[in-house]
């Protein structure tokens, strides 16, 4: 029976590996979108640089070398710490932006109760579930939702609306007049979520970049142990006579260093260099040479991250108004990091190996078997996650593939009724919650207590044959 079980579980496990293999070698291919076909090629020594740097994290596997290629090309700018795209992806968000917190909290209709120390533009009407709320989250109905909208026309003012959710300006679109019979239309038409607000007047110095968009700074920043930090920025600049600033409408990409200065050279959707924008405004020295109010924005990022300090990476899209104040318009929690990588350099500078080495390196693990476990490997232990075998005494390895064994994860022996000894090496230093809960039969639990840490509350509930004492002891590492 425990050899099939085996068979069973490796072959499941084989499967899942193939699975992510596929999923990983289709986001490699990504790395390819700000590419050309006569960049220059990395020389052995860069190669040696890069293998150099990343040799510490060759557990999550070998890294590729397009990106690197493809960001110094761009950029001008060679450095091993660039970061891939598919890494970005696979590694790094999953840590920083927990998608338990992603879904709600990057929603447009909800940004304003979650962020309150930061201007943003003001909303008129939003729609979520299909129930129509005021600015101030009052429901109210259809009708008065039309009403407050022609209002806001009427006066004069231009009003845009959002589907909420929707990424890279889809489905956004400008009224500067219309009837409530077209609202309603409207209105229909974008369905269950969205939001209405009034159009921004922005600072006429970044308006000159293109009049017909809403010209924002794409500023990525980082929550690193409670502290809030600017990592890079960047002008996103509309195409002519399109609306959205969106790089992929035809737009350009301007650096911005974090002085607030910018680079004297844009990159076009066709990813060549310009010195001069469509709309004719130079960059650089005598042009558009620095973001005006960057101090604002900075600011008014940093009063927003802290509201949402979970979100430990984020990509704000930030607009400068005709009062000179910075308006927070979207927080992206799925930022395309390469965007400031082509420009700036390296997104993560300075910060980069302690990024990687806190958020991701201690914290990726690999699904593993033996015939006995079920076990999570990291770069330097092992973690127990579940039994694979119904024999009535097990004894945990100290070691496994040379890793030592420092854990016994929740439930990993839980609800084994046939088990009774278990004996577990000096290197176990946590036990996880419930980890033998239900173990009826278990009479003796051997572990070191010197080196035993912290053990998760109900570890050993109803295991009935276990020494009163001896539980006592294991509540006091609680």
Do not use: P
């Given at each position: 029976m425990d050899i099939l079980d085996y068979k069973i579980r490796k072959r499941n496990l084989e499967i899942e590996q193939k699975e992510w293999d596929a999923v990983l070698n289709i986001a490699k291919k990504e790395e390819k979108f700000y590419a050309l076909s006569?960049?220059?090629?990395?020389?052995?020594?860069?190669?040696?640089?890069?293998?150099?740097?990343?040799?510490?994290?060759e557990f999550m596997g070998k890294i590729d070398y397009t990106a690197f290629q493809t960001f110094y090309n761009r950029s001008g700018i060679f450095d091993p710490r660039y970061v891939p795209h598919y890494f970005t992806k696979f590694f790094i968000r999953p840590f920083t932006a927990p998608e338990k917190y992603c879904t709600a909290f990057q929603n447009k209709a909800y940004l304003p109760k979650l962020i309150t120390g930061a201007k943003q533009p003001e909303t008129i009407v939003r729609r979520v579930e299909g129930i129509?709320?005021?600015?101030?989250?009052?429901?109210?109905?259809?009708?008065?939702?039309?009403?407050?909208?022609?209002?806001?026309?009427?006066?004069g003012r231009e009003i845009v609306v959002k589907p909420s959710g929707m990424a890279g300006g889809k489905g956004v679109e400008f009224f500067s007049s219309s009837t409530p019979e077209e609202l309603k239309k409207?209105?229909?038409k974008k369905?269950?979520?969205?939001?209405?607000?009034?159009?921004?007047h922005q600072h006429p110095e970044m308006a000159k970049l293109n009049q017909s968009?809403?010209?924002?700074?794409?500023?990525?920043?980082?929550m690193y142990k409670g502290k809030f930090i600017p990592l890079a920025a960047l002008i996103k600049v509309g195409a002519p006579s399109v609306r959205v600033d969106n790089y992929k409408h035809g737009g350009c990409l301007i650096g911005v260093n974090l002085d607030g200065s910018v680079l004297p050279w844009a990159l076009n959707i066709d990813r060549q260099r310009i010195s001069e924008l469509p709309s004719g405004i130079k960059l650089g020295e005598g042009g558009f040479d620095s973001v005006p109010c960057f101090d604002n924005v900075l600011a008014a990022a940093e009063r927003a991250h802290y509201d949402i300090p979970k979100i430990?990476?984020?990509?704000?899209?930030?607009?400068?108004?005709?009062?000179?104040?910075?308006?927070?318009?979207?927080?992206?929690?799925?930022?395309?990091l390469r965007m400031h990588q082509v420009l700036t350099g390296p997104v993560f500078g300075d910060m980069t190996e302690k990024i990687l080495d806190y958020y991701v390196l201690r914290k990726f693990k690999r699904k593993r078997i033996t015939r006995e476990f079920d076990y999570d490997e990291y770069h330097d232990h092992i973690v127990i996650t579940k039994m694979g075998t119904e024999k009535s005494k097990i004894c945990v390895p100290a070691q496994i593939q040379g890793k030592p064994v420092t854990e016994v994860g929740p439930y990993a022996f839980a609800y084994h009724k046939e088990l009774k000894e278990v004996e577990l090496p000096d290197s176990i230093v946590r036990i996880g919650e419930h980890a033998f809960f239900g173990c009826v039969t278990m009479h003796t639990l051997k572990v070191n207590m010197k080196t035993l840490k912290k053990v998760e509350k109900s570890a050993v509930n109803r295991c009935y044959k276990l020494d009163k004492a001896f539980k006592d002891k294991l509540s006091e590492k609680e």
């Open positions: 006569d960049d220059q090629a990395l020389s052995e020594e860069q190669k040696q640089q890069i293998d150099a740097f990343w040799k510490k994290y129509y709320y005021n600015g101030d989250f009052r429901r109210i109905e259809e009708r008065e939702a039309i009403a407050l909208c022609m209002s806001v026309l009427d006066g409207v209105f229909r369905g269950q979520l969205f939001v209405v607000q009034k159009a921004i968009t809403v010209n924002t700074v794409r500023l990525t920043t980082f430990k990476l984020i990509s704000w899209d930030i607009a400068i108004d005709d009062e000179n104040e910075a308006e927070i318009i979207e927080a992206n929690f799925g930022g395309d």
